[in-house]
């Protein structure tokens, strides 16, 4: 990083209608300047929702698309380009083989998001850019294959709720796709009613918030506003302008009586959205219905900028300065909620970190911070699934961390996280295991190695009495490895469980392992 003129970071959000990019010059005192901004309509998911792939149309368009946005950044000589993909990308059957694909033809690597995550994003994205002064808004984005509601004010979001309603999964469900005529009011009825019954439980979370504002983002929303702009005004949307809840059910109605070919000529439409803008319509129609919301005003916004405000907010500075990151908020979120042992979990995760860092320096892994931070979480969480059972509470802590969509977290990494959590007692993953098969091969190191590291540091804390002050590799004569184990207390039940591991341990790393009680230390 230049310290004069800042970092440059590239970030891409794969969505399932269009890809967008935001290119940022990053400062040292995290302002940042915005030095390029682009989205093109690919329509990933267009067919997905009928078959559950991406279609090999699809894959092409995305491939141009990501390779001219990696050549940019790369232009533009960005130290960092991160990626994400959405609903598209996450529900696909074939999502590996179309992350690798990008991986292979433009060097991307891209992380698959959970609809959560893709909300939490989506608001910080939205709210740096307003300011409430105190007041709460219900935020709403609708994207081609779900929609986002989240409610919050400018510093916080208070719910977050992601449905599997969009514009283009819509389409697929109600129209064919050789219809282009008018939309007679009875389909649209019937759209109506299948959104309105997937809305019933956001809609009895939503309603005890006050909501003093409603913000749209992404480019059904925008579009739709641009339209309503021009229809009543003549001329285009402007900025903060409040469209009413009945322009828009006037302008849906104008777009429902229109041929798709007219449809895509009307002022303020893009083309690419023709097709699937009275889907998304519906949507928005529907919810200020339920909700009896009367107004709505839309920031340009997006997850894109959302990528780059939690950018900011996981800089290693500002983390120093005590600030808890949202991965470690989510993490002891779910942990406490079960009630975990957080005096036992923190310290298997210290002395998991312990024997990771001098397992590094001995050369047994090649592993790095990113899966040292991995190994972290996962020991916090290790133990939860025995607020379910504590009979084969491993397989419990699996379900618990796969299943409970992890703020700040992408699928690649609850999958390591939950497949080390459930190795973390009894045995190592093997090769025929389906949830293991399911991981690419860096992936899979990464949980071998986690649930050796957790094997030994739970029994290390075998009693939960935190009996073992440190514990480190250290190399023995010819290939013996050392685990020194240091305590000023008896220790024997923590030594005797770990040489319950040794052959394990051995499996893993090729070296014979033996156990030695160094002493007392506090070190």
């Not at 890809?19 to 005192?29: E, G, K, T």
Request: hydrophobic share 40%; charged share 25%.
């Amino acid at each position: 990083m230049n310290i004069t003129h800042g970092k440059v970071v590239a970030f891409i959000d794969i969505g399932t209608n269009s890809i967008s990019l935001l290119l940022a010059r990053i400062h040292p005192d995290k302002t940042y300047a915005v030095l390029d901004k682009r989205e093109e309509i690919v329509r990933l998911g267009e067919g997905e929702f009928i078959d559950q792939s991406i279609q090999p149309a699809a894959i092409q368009r995305a491939v141009e698309v990501c390779g001219n946005y990696v050549n940019l950044a790369r232009r533009a000589q960005a130290d960092e380009i991160i990626a994400v993909a959405t609903t598209a990308t996450r529900e696909a059957t074939n999502r590996s083989e179309f992350i690798q694909h990008l991986k292979e033809t433009s060097g991307l690597d891209v992380r698959a998001i959970s609809g959560l995550e893709e909300a939490r994003l989506t608001y910080l994205g939205v709210a740096s850019g307003l300011d409430f002064q105190g007041r709460q808004a219900l935020f709403v984005d609708i994207g081609g294959g779900s929609t986002k509601l989240i409610v919050g004010d400018h510093q916080h979001h208070y719910l977050l709720d992601s449905l599997k309603l969009g514009s283009l999964r819509l389409t697929s469900m109600f129209f064919r796709p050789d219809e282009t005529g008018p939309v007679d009011p009875g389909r649209y009825k019937l759209l109506q009613n299948y959104i309105r019954n997937n809305f019933v439980r956001s809609i009895q979370r939503i309603q005890p918030y006050k909501i003093d504002a409603v913000v749209g983002s992404a480019g059904t929303l925008l579009s739709l506003v641009d339209i309503t702009a021009r229809h009543f005004h003549n001329r285009a949307h402007a900025p903060d302008e409040i469209t009413t809840h009945e322009q828009l059910k006037q302008v849906i109605k104008v777009l429902c009586d229109l041929p798709l070919d007219q449809r895509r000529q009307m002022p303020g439409m893009q083309p690419e959205r023709a097709g699937s803008i009275i889907a998304g319509a519906a949507i928005i129609d529907t919810l200020m219905e339920a909700l009896s919301l009367t107004s709505l005003q839309i920031s340009e916004r997006s997850l894109r900028d959302g990528m780059l405000a939690d950018y900011l907010q996981r800089s290693p500075e500002l983390l120093a300065l005590g600030q808890m990151n949202v991965r470690e908020q989510s993490v002891l979120r779910l942990a406490r909620t079960v009630d975990f042992d957080e005096p036992h979990a923190r310290q298997v995760a210290r002395l998991a970190l312990q024997l990771f860092d001098s397992a590094f320096s001995l050369g047994l892994h090649k592993l790095g911070r990113w899966e040292r931070e991995l190994l972290e979480y996962t020991a916090l969480l290790h133990d939860i699934g025995a607020f379910l059972s504590y009979q084969n509470h491993q397989k419990h802590t699996y379900y618990l961390i796969h299943n409970a969509d992890l703020l700040g977290f992408d699928q690649k990494e609850t999958a390591i996280m939950a497949m080390a959590g459930m190795h973390h007692r009894k045995g190592l993953p093997s090769a025929d295991e389906n949830e293991f098969q399911t991981l690419d091969k860096d992936s899979q190191t990464a949980v071998r190695v986690m649930a050796m590291m957790l094997h030994l540091s739970e029994s290390l804390d075998r009693g939960h009495v935190g009996a073992v002050h440190r514990a480190h590799f250290i190399a023995g004569p010819g290939d013996m490895i050392i685990l020194e184990v240091f305590s000023n207390q008896d220790c024997q039940l923590e030594v005797w469980g770990v040489q319950n591991h040794l052959k394990e341990f051995e499996k893993a790393f090729q070296r014979p392992l033996e156990v030695r009680l160094a002493g007392a230390s506090s070190k």
